[in-house]
């Protein structure tokens, strides 16, 4: 058993959770939940009165955070211990947010004054990109940009360009490439021009086989297609933290933006790994994305934990996922600039808890993270959500709106906040038979008819949602949002005792891609593996002689 189960708070959460009254009922008894269970930080608003809990619950969350160590655990990543304790490494991309006169040190060191020096070679690299002053090889000022990384080194700055488009440079376009499916890199390229178009190569590790596969062959099209091999640094450039490795790959020098082993892959886009984010919106706008999740990171490290966003909202998750056994999460952001968050969520979230193994190696005896999923409201109305008010499982939501729209048009925004608020209210209150009864009494059915249709109706509600405003999306509410949802997936592997900063798990399917690749470029057969590996290695192999 580990300590977490063996907590006197553990069944006291159980059986409390079980006993729960329906959420129509605490919202009956009590007028002033939504007064009572909301909370604004950082230019976020939280609404998680349509939550199954009480005061009772979230007294108990708290306890069950505080017998943990949550504080001191917030505040071992900031003060940079080595809570990377498989990867032996600090975990303070909240370093990249920080102000020049903190002294944040790893290894004795301040790392402050390096972040700020990149920092600097970014806003000069962005000036120099958008004033003109840095031109193409036959003297042209650059107009497209063309990302190429994977996981953490794509969905970041894919998802905050795509949300920040209001904000765009307009004499700047961005395209990013991540798969190894040349499909991606072909059609992207149909759309630029070599003479005025920059790559960026991004990659922590300077390792991943989709980025190096990827960036190559745009430089073969680079050169195929005008540009010589003395052209090649005014159109690449890239940012890794093997800053070597990317020399001996023949990067010029000046051109390679470094970042550092204490940032993970999934939390770097505040690094120069976010070069794509500063050249599109500026550094201006990319400084106030970071201010806003420094006030986040500020909110997290001093509020108390009951009035901790990221704690409350990742003590509720933890609630759903360890005492209601739901097993997924979806994220519904109702602005069409967010579309892409729900993605960037599920690897910040479920590469960083899909673990099932203590801090110690001991195996968990509970559930840890969950499947994040979702989309754009409304889109996912006229889809899934079906499952969601009337599947069997249980899936909590967090539901994203800004109060104004960037694009203010007759009386869309009202609708789309119709909307969102609808399927909150629906999702708690759901409909009961007498109600769906009710509404069929004007109708010509029999009454059998009635009665069955009636309980097609019924909607058990008690669908627990959180609401997340911000007056208008912009760079730092961005920030903070995203920040909080770092921090709140922070919150649960501290609870769960897991290491939230490795990716072991991925590691397995790359070492045994490699061997596949050398196996489906051999002369002879694959004989050697399981059945299937051979016979689909095999097939393949036929497929392309
Ligand atoms: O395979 C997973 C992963 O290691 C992610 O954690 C990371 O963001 C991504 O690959 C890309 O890694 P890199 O930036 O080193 O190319």
New binding site residues.
């Given amino acids: 058993m580990t300590k977490l189960t063996q907590s006197t708070l553990w069944p006291q959460l159980e059986q409390h959770s079980a006993k729960l009254p329906h959420m129509r009922t605490l919202f009956e008894s009590d007028s002033e939940r939504f007064d009572k269970m909301s909370l604004s930080a950082c230019g976020l608003f939280l609404d998680y009165s349509k939550n199954r809990a009480t005061d009772e619950t979230l007294k108990l969350l708290v306890s069950l955070a505080e017998e943990c160590n949550l504080t001191a655990k917030i505040q071992a990543m900031f003060k940079g211990e080595i809570i990377n304790n498989t990867e032996k490494r600090a975990v303070l991309h909240t370093a990249l947010r920080a102000n020049s006169d903190q002294d944040i040190r790893v290894d004795g060191i301040n790392i402050v004054p390096e972040v700020k020096q990149t920092q600097a070679k970014m806003a000069k690299f962005v000036d120099a990109v958008t004033s003109g002053q840095w031109l193409g090889y036959t003297g042209k000022k650059i107009t497209d940009i063309v990302a190429i990384?994977?996981?953490?080194?794509?969905?970041g700055p894919k998802i905050v360009t795509q949300a920040l488009r209001p904000y765009w440079n307009p004499s700047l376009n961005c395209h990013f490439v991540a798969n190894v499916d040349a499909t991606s890199l072909v059609e992207k390229l149909r759309l630029v021009n070599p003479e005025t178009t920059l790559f960026i190569m991004?990659?922590?590790?300077?390792?991943?086989q989709?980025?190096l596969t990827n960036t190559l062959s745009a430089k073969d099209w680079f050169l195929a297609n005008g540009g010589c091999q003395a052209d090649v640094a005014k159109h690449f450039v890239a940012v890794?933290?093997?800053v070597t490795k990317a020399t001996e790959f023949g990067m010029d020098a000046d051109n390679i933006f470094p970042m550092w082993d204490w940032v993970?892959?999934?939390y770097?886009l505040w690094s120069a790994?976010g070069l794509p984010i500063a050249l599109l919106i500026g550094m201006d706008n990319f400084y106030a994305l970071l201010d806003g999740a420094k006030a986040m990171d500020e909110h997290f490290l001093h509020a108390p934990i009951e009035k901790n966003m990221p704690a409350i909202m990742g003590l509720f998750s933890l609630l759903y996922g360890n005492f209601h056994q739901a097993q997924s999460h979806v994220v519904l952001t109702y602005d069409h600039y967010l579309r892409g968050l729900p993605a960037y969520f599920q690897?910040l979230d479920m590469?960083s808890n899909g673990k099932s193994v203590t801090l110690n190696g001991e195996t968990v005896n509970y559930s840890t993270g969950p499947v994040i999923w979702g989309g754009e409201g409304t889109n996912g109305q006229h889809a899934y959500h079906q499952l969601i008010h009337q599947g069997t499982p249980l899936i909590p939501a967090d539901f994203i709106l800004p109060l104004q729209s960037h694009n203010p048009l007759g009386e869309h925004h009202q609708q789309l906040a119709s909307n969102c608020f609808g399927q909150t209210q629906a999702m708690m209150q759901g409909r009961t038979y007498e109600e769906a009864l009710a509404e069929l009494s004007h109708s010509q059915l029999s009454d059998e008819e009635k009665n069955l249709i009636a309980k097609h109706k019924v909607m058990p509600g008690n669908k627990p949602s959180n609401t997340l405003l911000m007056n208008k999306l912009t760079p730092g509410t961005l920030g903070a949002l995203i920040a909080l949802y770092e921090h709140r997936t922070f919150v649960q592997g501290a609870i769960w005792d897991i290491n939230s900063f490795d990716?072991w798990g991925?590691?397995l399917g790359?070492t045994l891609g490699n061997d596949v690749l050398a196996r489906l470029k051999a002369d002879s057969d694959a004989n050697e593996l399981d059945a299937s590996s051979n016979g689909l290695i095999n097939k393949f192999r036929r497929a392309s002689i």
């Fill in positions: 990384g994977i996981g953490g080194s794509f969905l991004s990659s922590k590790s300077f390792g991943t989709e980025t890794t933290s093997n993970g892959g999934r770097s790994i690897q590469e990716q991925v590691e790359k």
